[in-house]
């Protein structure tokens, strides 16, 4: 196997065995010991040298997303690096109030005189995950969460995001401290190997047959996890919206990094007479953002590779198709697509799309649209497009998702004073802003009784 940093950067040329990942955790492991990765101003140092990172290599991050997505440097600057910057600023802003310790009023009876506070103690050595979709930020800003929180971190960058993986995983080492970060790069054996390590906290970002492997692995050791899935987010669309609006703001979600987004809609609940009118609005919509032919346009992206091209292909039989349809396997290009009619029993249904396929479902009413969301699983988003509040209070009360938006799709994950997570099916534990340093943590309580 190839080490291209004799101390932190593994690359996948040869294999990875287990006796290099136990060195390596005990490494890290080490200097956690030594408290080193603890005081607030080595977190403050390595947060910002990974913000140098990213405005120092802009255009070498995007010209790698591009190679691997076809991610239009507009889409990349704003979705990884201007997010992943922002979170950064965030936790250089807030990290002494963040962090600080939480005095607790004693109100038992007989402790008079004791004090009681809660202390956040960082974890030890984390292992962070990710996924290929989005592969800077959702590597970079649960990293960010565990330095922040004072962690030691192994880095697994996705595979799939070749070109991405290759140069994060040539950069971090040049900018962060090797004693205590370090990187893997690598597939499922790679990550096999890191997984029968102890760590003490594993972040995973992905799907959730790889999200049960984790946790199973880290069963053994008791170590939190953090599981990041995906599942099908619905759109609930009422008659009272404006559709004009609906389809601009569905459309430029929906297609955005073509469909391959943890929280980008899945499918469009709605009453029949709305579902025909939403039909032309998004043909409308879809031509205004990607032209004639999104073939050729530089703002429309590629799928990751044929596998996924081939599955996503055999969901285009479903439903009738409105715009879209036409694949380039060679391009692993699929045109964004709108499909109408559909039914629930049809492929399309069966799975998270994560592709540029919109299906419409009739239903008749809220109730329906209620009824069809809670006999599925949870998912990660769901979204409505409505101005009427009881509808608003009753998708909040009567369903359960790991986020709920209404009106802008995919934006509340940008908004870093709220917690970003899935339940059930769709991943446990949450992060963004404080809630990554509660994550990573441990909240110690402490009560302090005087002895005389
Ligand atoms: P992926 O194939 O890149 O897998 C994710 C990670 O799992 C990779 O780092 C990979 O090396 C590792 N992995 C793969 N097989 C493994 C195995 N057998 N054992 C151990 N590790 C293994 O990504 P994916 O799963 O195709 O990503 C798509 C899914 O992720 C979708 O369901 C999507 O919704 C979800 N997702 C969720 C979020 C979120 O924030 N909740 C974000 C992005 C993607």
Redesign the pocket.
């Known amino acids: 196997m190839t080490v291209t940093d004799a101390k932190a950067a593994f690359t996948h040329d040869d294999a990875f065995t287990a006796t290099e990942a136990t060195a390596l955790v005990n490494r890290l492991r080490a200097t956690f010991r030594t408290g080193h990765t603890k005081p607030l101003a080595w977190r403050r140092q390595q947060l910002t040298r990974l913000r140098d990172l990213l405005t120092d290599n802009r255009a070498a991050i995007a010209d790698a997303l591009h190679a691997d997505l076809r991610k239009n440097r507009a889409e990349a600057d704003a979705m990884e690096i201007g997010l992943t910057i922002a979170e950064i600023d965030d936790y250089l802003e807030h990290l002494e109030e963040w962090t600080a310790p939480q005095p607790a009023p004693v109100t038992v009876p007989g402790l008079p005189g004791s004090t009681a506070r809660t202390q956040l103690d960082p974890l030890g050595v984390a292992l962070v995950?990710?996924?290929?979709?989005?592969p800077v930020n959702?590597l970079l800003v649960p990293v960010a969460g565990a330095l922040a929180a004072g962690n030691a971190v192994v880095i697994?960058?996705?595979?799939?995001?070749a070109r991405t993986s290759a140069l994060l995983a040539q950069l971090l080492p040049a900018y962060l401290d090797t004693d205590a970060i370090a990187v893997v790069e690598?597939?499922?054996p790679?990550?096999?190997v890191l997984?029968e390590q102890r760590f003490d906290h594993i972040f995973?970002?992905?799907?959730?047959?790889?999200g049960r492997?984790?946790m199973t692995a880290a069963a053994k050791n008791l170590t939190p996890v953090v599981l990041?899935?995906?599942?099908k987010s619905p759109v609930f669309v009422d008659r009272d919206a404006d559709i004009a609006t609906v389809a601009q703001r569905l459309a430029q979600t929906k297609f955005a990094n073509a469909g391959q987004?943890?929280?980008a809609p899945d499918y469009v609940l709605t009453d029949p007479g709305t579902a025909t009118e939403l039909q032309a609005a998004l043909v409308v919509a879809t031509k205004a953002l990607f032209g004639d032919n999104p073939q050729t346009s530089d703002a429309y992206g590629r799928i990751i590779n044929e596998r996924?091209f081939d599955r996503l292909s055999a969901l285009l039989g479903s439903g009738r198709t409105v715009t879209g349809g036409q694949t380039d396997r060679a391009d692993r290009y699929i045109a964004p697509t709108v499909l109408a009619d559909v039914r629930p029993d049809e492929p399309v249904m069966q799975e998270?799309i994560?592709g540029p396929i919109l299906p419409i479902l009739p239903v008749a009413d809220l109730d329906e649209a209620i009824a069809f969301i809670n006999d599925r699983d949870k998912p990660?988003a769901l979204y409505a497009f409505t101005e009427n509040d009881t509808t608003k209070r009753r998708l909040a009360t009567e369903t359960s998702s790991?986020g709920l938006n209404f009106g802008l799709p995919m934006r509340h994950?940008a908004v870093q004073t709220l917690p970003?997570?899935?339940v059930g099916e769709?991943?446990m534990g949450n992060y963004h802003g404080r809630y990554s340093i509660e994550t990573f943590s441990h909240r110690k309580a402490i009560l302090d009784v005087p002895l005389s």
């Open positions: 995950i990710s996924a290929w979709n989005y959702l697994k960058p996705a595979e799939y995001a690598g597939g499922a790679e990550t096999t997984l995973y970002t992905g799907n959730g047959t790889v492997i984790v990041e899935l995906g599942g987004t943890c929280v996924h998270e994560f990660l790991g994950l970003f997570g899935g769709s991943g």
